[in-house]
């Protein structure tokens, strides 16, 4: 089970961290990822990170203002959002699967998400 936090209000500028706890199963050895919905459009791929931490991958919309990292001894993943804009608002979802490939494409595990609001 994937349990992914930290989501809420914010003004155009500033910066959240989302996290993704993962429990009922040890992911340390799985890659993880997070993905976002925002109202009206297609789930999209916004981060993925290797089992071990050594590899991130990020979309275009948010390289340089997102950083993707994981404790794998909290079981946890993280998604730092800086320089937030209104088109970042979506809810945020996290995922799980055997590779940061597979995990920004069709991963296998996925948490209930969490809302990110930025306001102008």
């Known amino acids: 089970q994937l349990q992914a936090s930290g989501g809420g209000l914010v003004q155009a500028g500033g910066s959240l961290r989302l996290s993704c706890a993962a429990s009922g199963r040890t992911f340390s050895s799985y890659a993880m990822g997070w993905f976002r919905q925002a109202p009206g459009k297609e789930r999209e791929f916004v981060a993925a990170?290797?089992?071990?931490?050594?590899?991130?991958y990020y979309a275009d919309s948010v390289k340089g203002r997102f950083t993707i990292s994981r404790d794998n001894a909290k079981n946890t993943v993280y998604l730092q959002m800086n320089s937030l804009k209104p088109e970042d608002t979506a809810v945020y979802y996290c995922?799980?699967?055997?590779?940061?490939?597979?995990?920004?494409?069709?991963?296998?595990?996925w948490g209930q998400g969490t809302l990110v609001t930025v306001s102008s």
């Open positions: 995922a799980a699967d055997h590779s940061p490939q597979t995990t920004a494409q069709a991963p296998d595990y």
């Open positions: 990170i290797s089992w071990s931490g050594g590899s991130t």
